[in-house]
């Protein structure tokens, strides 16, 4: 019992480090551009294929392979957000949010259908980049690639949080997400920070495509739509644009999500984050670590 | 104030003129007797939606999931109840089986506005992206509910539906749907969505209920989406939980966006033009999302008040 109960721990921490992840990009967009940046789901997506193209020309079954692979995604990552930002959501930054929104929108859509043309509709199976080995500590049965993707995870949250509380680029992104008009006014150029966080926010999401393509062996193009759904309820759940907030609701909704997969109601695993979300947005909308703030007029 | 006679006059119209064309239904081409019947379903749930998302301006992202409640609705009344009610020996296409058609797609319809007013309440405490989240999270709920519910058919579908939908019902359907959403918003009591929608804010210090106005709007919306369902799932004769996605719900906004928020005449006019596109799209049929994508993008940077607005009622734009 217990060990069943472990396992599954480790299998949520695995699948919540990933949601994480994504979260992460959802909640610092809407930090600074107070939106939801729906193409996001998309660039992981992209982000895996990065990997897959990528991965012949690594070593493979390496962790040096691995890195250049996940290095190399989550640079293709930042590139494909930097252009989005620039192409269609820059133009319209005065434009009210709901237009920026069915941007947003149509974005994920071209994405998606254009992945399926240039990718192929059907799934493809994701090639081992990481050493791969079953692992087994006392009872418990997990694979080295759930390892990896934890401790990937870890790493690239820590280095996040160093770069916005130890960087004067990060500095300035918070700034922007405070106040964005004081923020100007103290000689901080706003679209060099816009353009920032969305190579950050990207980056990660392109690292999320690769992990999750490495635990869930085979991708599509629309491969992103539901992990990319829950990520954003998972930066709900932890107060929308608080980066510890992020990384805790990714993990809790992974640990919700694998457990009732594991329980009798698997079939409904799918709808948990839905309903986790309108229960979070009707009781709690500020999040577990967000702040409730009053509209002004 | 329009006269109200008119907008009557043209709703027994339309119904005259559905019954000519379903009367002349075996003299026209089955091929175009379908486009017209997907033209009429999707007028509905494009007019239904742009009461929610253009007047009211509660952007909703789960049309489809109305959909879908409406379609299973009304198909598990002309399944399981119709034989009990009807007689396996009425007339097809006589009146036994059309007051059974009406009912059950009655019934669908009740059955989508109950879910619309259960989805307008949590609207009254939220706005713009994160309700757009919420309807979409209804939606997705809706659809996995639907696929593990067996005895309507699971994630296979239900199969097996009395093809009932003729251009009558749809041709009534669109124009019952253009005519009460015309005159609600026409009314007096109407002008409080555009209210609501304009600036919340100052619509309730100038008295009105912006929750109840937003409510009343889910639940119309709902109400023919659910119709719409029915009249979808009795034409095409099997529905899928699948095929009532977020996709679907998308098609449904890009019509409303495309002839502009709120322009009743322009949605229309987006409905016909992206029900045909694809029949005209045909040999590129894999562009064609490619294609709305492009197309609601483009609209947002250079066109955001719709291809068929001309006048905008905004005089300020919002900052």
Redesign the interface.
Known sequence: MLTEFLQQLVNGLSLGAIYALIALGYTMVYGVLR??NFAHSDVFMVGAFAGLYLAPLAPAGSILGGLVVVGGAMLASALLGVAIERL?YR??R??????????A??????L???G??VFGAAPRSFPVIFPARALSVGGLDFSSNQVVVLVFAAILVIGLRLIVFHTRMGAALRAVSQNPRAARLMGIDNDVVIRFTFALGSALAGAGGVLYAVNYPTIDPLMG?LPG?KA??AA?LGGIGSIPGAALGGLLLGLVETFVGGSQYS??K??I???L??LF??FR?AGLLGKARIEK? | MPPMPKAHLGFLLALVLGGVLSGLSDRIDPYHLDVLIGVGINIVLAVSLNLIAGHT?Q?S?GHAGFMAIGAYATAAVTIFLGPHLIGDTAAPGGLAENTLFGSALLIGGLAAALAGLLVGI?SL??R???L???T???G??IR??L??FEPLGGALGLNGIPAYTTVFWVVAAGAATVFTVGCLVRSNYGLGFLAVRDDE?AASAAGLDPARYKVVAFTVGAFFAGIAGGLFGHFKMTITPSGFD??RS?EI?VMV?LGGLGNTVGVILAAVLLTLLPEFLRPVA??R??L??????GL??AR?QGLFTFRTHRAV??A
């Open positions: 939106f939801i269609a133009p319209l005065q434009a009210p949010t709901l237009n920026v929104l069915i941007t929108i149509g974005v994920s859509c071209l998606q259908s254009a399926q043309l739509v759904l954003f309820v709900i079939t409904y799918d709808a984050a839905f309903a979300l309108i947005l009707l909308p007029v | 301006g952007f992202l949590p405490r939220l713009g992206d994160y757009a989240l919420v979409l999270g209804f997705e709920i996995v509910l696929q593990n804010i977020f996709s998308i906004v966006i894999e562009y999302l490619v709305y994508s492009l197309l609601l993008i947002m940077l955001p734009p919002r």
